[in-house]
């Protein structure tokens, strides 16, 4: 449950049992796999973590390969345990090399864990700054591109559909994704993502103006969440943005269809504190 020092610094504690979440020492390599399945983030072993060290120059941190892949492996398994506080301050620390961990922590707690809507603002605001960062600092680092368009995305879900056009994010997180897709073809998150744009500009603008002004489809949404359905058919998330691309194509036809696409992510066996949350959404749901 949340403790009193994290809802004090305003980051409310992971909610639920985090025992089995807990990836020590061994652990963390062996369920990486699983883990990351959904966002092809590479395992940070100090062979990957030398990699960034010598593609960050300048912004990388002052340590050697050794330091940097164990910083980043406390993080990610803070990610995974639910302290996401732990893991942004961590990822925060290490400058772009650590925007991954960070930018998805934040997200995350972001979006289940915030309830205030302009504060929520405020923090997909900062993860996409993070993310524009590492996509200067490290532009093959497929993340790089992903967590700047989900960040990006996040922020426009929380304005109006005028001012998120104005100020070109749809074509931002378009470009993000479509270089998280060149980078990773089986990024199956990055294929989700593209599947809501096009869902989510049809829903607001109309098919027609969506089509010409966006390049948006609805059969180019159903390709890809069925897409990262494939790819990761095990996923709360995916399962939960199928029920959302129901919804925002076709909320009156796809009532039936979008529930039982919550039901799957409800039923899904949690891997992590992330997993956790994304089941415990779709339940609400269905209530």
Not at 60 to 86: I, M, V
Not at 204 to 214: E, F, R
Not at 226 to 237: G, N, V
Request: charged share 25%.
């Amino acid at each position: 449950m949340a403790s009193k020092k994290n809802s004090a610094s305003g980051w409310a504690g992971f909610p639920h049992d985090a025992k089995a979440f807990a990836y020590a020492s061994e652990a963390l390599k062996k369920a990486w796999p699983k883990l990351h399945a959904g966002d092809c983030e590479p395992y940070p072993d100090s062979k990957h973590a030398a990699t960034l060290l010598k593609s960050a120059g300048k912004a990388a941190p002052k340590l050697d390969a050794d330091a940097l892949a164990e910083a980043l492996q406390e993080a990610w398994r803070a990610f995974h345990h639910g302290d996401f506080k732990t893991a942004f301050d961590t990822g925060v620390a290490l400058g772009p090399v650590g925007a991954s961990v960070a930018v998805k922590a934040l997200g995350i707690h972001a979006t289940y864990l915030v309830d205030d809507e302009d504060e929520k603002l405020k923090r997909y605001e900062h993860a996409a700054s993070l993310a524009e960062a590492a996509i200067k600092a490290l532009p093959n680092e497929v993340n790089s591109h992903y967590r700047y368009a989900f960040a990006l995305g996040r922020y426009s879900q929380g304005l109006s559909i005028t001012k998120a056009l104005k100020m070109g994010i749809a074509s931002k997180v378009r470009t993000a994704l479509d270089t998280t897709l060149e980078l990773a073809p089986k990024h199956a998150e990055a294929h989700t993502a593209l599947a809501v744009y096009h869902a989510e500009i049809i829903n607001k603008i109309g098919a027609m103006i969506g089509g010409l002004t966006y390049g948006a489809k609805a059969g180019a949404a159903d390709k890809h969440i069925k897409e990262a359905l494939k790819l990761t058919p095990a996923s709360p998330i995916a399962h939960i943005e199928h029920g959302n691309v129901l919804l925002l194509l076709d909320e009156t036809r796809n009532e039936d269809a979008a529930a039982n696409a919550y039901e799957k992510a409800s039923k899904c066996k949690p891997l992590d504190a992330m997993e956790a949350l994304d089941a415990a959404w779709a339940a609400s749901q269905l209530e």
